[in-house]
């Protein structure tokens, strides 16, 4: 298998305010993708030879800073997952809205699928297709993926067995 790098898009307002996003669209903060040009000279060293990325804005946006000489190959299956009525919400707004979603300790519990969300199962299997793909490529590439938090934990359970 190749080498995978991970990246996570660049923060955004929203990131800051504490707002699940999903698979709505949202912008790079100006200071965050700065920080991710800086990126570009230390993976430079690594001749990467493929750029994937989620087809949201933030990802592709991150994608273009870090490594601006390579377009990137959007693959949906590297979109957040779908969070349906939670997206655009706080923790807060989630919890008065749809308490069954809310762990006891206060967090979101990504069992459960939101409201005309996508089910973990469907989210899972996204990104195993993306997996699948990627196993084709030959050995010893770098390539290096633009996503979002819950498709790299997605994706390191599934290759790696880490705890989602």
């Not at 040009?37 to 060293?45: P, R």
């Not at 000489?69 to 349906?84: F, H, K, Q, S, V």
């Not at 199962?121 to 084709?136: D, G, K, L, N, Q």
Request: net charge neutral; glycine share 6%; with cysteine.
């Amino acid at each position: 298998m190749a080498f995978l790098i991970l990246i996570r898009h660049a923060a955004t307002i929203e990131n800051d305010l504490g707002i699940y996003m999903g698979q709505r669209d949202s912008q790079c903060k100006t200071e965050a993708l700065l920080q991710a040009n800086s990126m570009a000279l230390e993976i430079a060293t690594l001749r990467i030879s493929q750029l994937f990325s989620s087809p949201l804005n933030r990802c592709l946006d991150t994608a273009a800073a870090i490594l601006p000489t390579l377009r990137p190959i959007i693959d949906c299956n590297l979109a957040e997952r779908n969070l349906g009525r939670c997206a655009g919400l706080s923790i807060g707004q989630i919890g008065l809205q749809y308490p069954e979603m809310i762990l006891s300790t206060g967090e979101l519990d990504i069992r459960k699928t939101p409201p005309e969300g996508e089910s973990l199962h469907v989210f899972a299997s996204r990104i195993c297709h993306f997996i699948r793909m990627i196993c084709e490529a030959p050995k010893n590439e770098y390539i290096a993926v633009v996503t979002h938090t819950w498709v790299i934990s997605m994706l390191r359970y599934l290759v790696q067995g880490c705890s989602f």
